[in-house]
C-alpha cells in the first residue's frame, strides 16, 4: 500500500510538471530570442528535454505499478530504469548541442536584455524549485529521481541566469551569457552520467551495489543447516528490488525441514539486503562434516599456460 500511493503522488507531481514545464519553454524561447539571450534559449531546450523525459517517467510509473502476467513474469519493473537510461542520453545530445549554440554566440555576440533574462530567470526559479520540492519525495525510484535531478539541475541553471543577468546589467558585458549556458551544459553532463552509470548496471543485471557476493553468500552460510553455497547469482529488478538464485548444499533430510532452512534462508536475505525474490536449488549430502566457506570461483587466465 505504500509504494502503490508513492507511485500515486508521483504521478501527481509528474502530470503537474508536465504542463507547467511546457508552458515555461514557450516562455523562455519567446524570452529569449526577445532578449538575445543564449542562455534562456539554453534553458529552453533543456526545459524542452524535460517534456519527453516526463512522459516517459509517468508512463514508466504507470507501468511499473502493472501486475506480471505470463508473458511478464518480473512485471514491468525495470520500464522505469529504461526510461531514465533514455533520459539521460536525451541530456547529453542537449549538452552538445548547447556548448555548440555557446561557441556560435562567442564568435557572434549579440546584445543582451538583461533585464528580460531576470525576470524569466526568477519566475523559472520558482516553477522549478517548486516541481523539485514536489519530485523530492520520490527519489527512491530511479526514474523519479533522474526527472528530481533534471529539475533540481534547471533550478540551479535558472539560479545562475539571474545571476549573470545582474553581471551583465552591472558590467554590460555579454560574454557572461554563453559562459553560463556552458555551465547549465556542464550540470546536465554531470547528472546524466551519474543515470545512465546506474541504469547500465541494472540493465546488465550487474550486481547490485551496496553488497558483494561473498557477503550474500556467507550470510546464508550462516543460516543453520547449511554446509555449502555456491552458483551465487544476485541481479536488480529496478533499484530497490533485487533477485537471487543460487546452490545450497545441506544435510539429506525430510523435503518439511528443508523448507525451514530455506525459510531462514530468505528472511536473512530480504532483512540484510533487501533480496525479496529468491530461487534456491537445494542439493543433499550425507557427509555431517561437509562444511565450506563460500570462496568465489577464479577467474579464467589469459596467460599463455606454459
Same mark, same amino acid.
Given at each position: ?8 503522488? =508521483?504521478?501527481?507531481?509528474?502530470? *503537474? ?26 534553458? @529552453? ?23 506480471? !502476467? ?16 533514455? #533520459? ?13 549554440? @555557446? ?24 516553477? #522549478? !524549485? ?34 549573470? =543577468? ?7 558585458? +555579454? ?34 551495489? +551496496? ?6 553468500? #556467507? ?9 555449502? *553455497? ?56 550425507? =557427509? ?19
Amino acid at each position: 500500500m505504500h509504494e502503490s500511493a508513492h507511485s500515486h503522488v =508521483a504521478k501527481n507531481w509528474l502530470k *503537474v510538471a508536465l504542463v507547467i514545464t511546457t508552458a515555461l519553454v514557450a516562455t523562455e524561447f519567446v524570452a529569449g530570442s526577445v532578449a538575445h539571450s543564449l542562455s534562456l534559449i539554453s534553458d @529552453g531546450w533543456h526545459n524542452l528535454s524535460d517534456i519527453p523525459s516526463l512522459v516517459f517517467a509517468w508512463l514508466a510509473v504507470y507501468f511499473e505499478g502493472r501486475p506480471a !502476467g505470463p508473458g511478464k513474469t518480473f512485471g514491468y519493473q525495470r520500464a522505469g530504469v529504461l526510461a531514465a537510461f533514455v #533520459n539521460a542520453l536525451i541530456l547529453i545530445g542537449v549538452a552538445v548541442f548547447i556548448c555548440y549554440e @555557446g561557441y556560435e554566440r562567442i564568435l557572434h555576440p549579440k546584445p543582451i536584455a538583461s533585464s528580460v533574462m531576470l525576470a524569466v530567470g526568477i519566475i523559472a526559479l520558482i516553477i #522549478n !524549485g517548486t516541481i523539485t520540492r514536489g519530485l523530492s519525495h520520490g527519489r527512491e525510484d530511479l526514474n523519479v529521481r533522474a526527472i528530481f535531478l533534471h529539475n533540481l539541475g534547471d533550478a540551479l541553471s535558472n539560479l545562475a541566469i539571474i545571476i549573470g =543577468a545582474w553581471i551583465i546589467h552591472a558590467t554590460g558585458e +555579454g560574454l557572461i551569457d554563453p559562459l553560463l549556458a556552458f555551465l547549465i551544459a556542464g550540470m546536465i553532463v554531470w547528472s546524466a552520467f551519474g543515470i545512465i552509470a546506474e541504469s547500465m548496471n541494472i540493465l546488465l543485471e550487474s550486481f547490485p551495489k +551496496g553488497m558483494t557476493i561473498e557477503q550474500v553468500a #556467507n550470510a546464508m552460510l550462516e543460516v543453520e543447516g547449511v554446509r555449502d *553455497v555456491h552458483d551465487v547469482h544476485v541481479w536488480s529488478l529496478n533499484p530497490h528490488s533485487h533477485a537471487l538464485a543460487c546452490h545450497v548444499r545441506i544435510l539429506d533430510m525430510p523435503t518439511s525441514e528443508s523448507e525451514r532452512i530455506g525459510e531462514r534462508i530468505r528472511q536473512a536475505l530480504s532483512s540484510r539486503f533487501g533480496i525479496e525474490h529468491c530461487t534456491i536449488q537445494f542439493e543433499h549430502t550425507h =557427509a555431517p562434516g561437509d562444511f565450506h566457506a563460500y570462496m568465489p570461483e577464479p577467474a579464467p587466465s589469459r596467460g599463455r599456460e606454459k
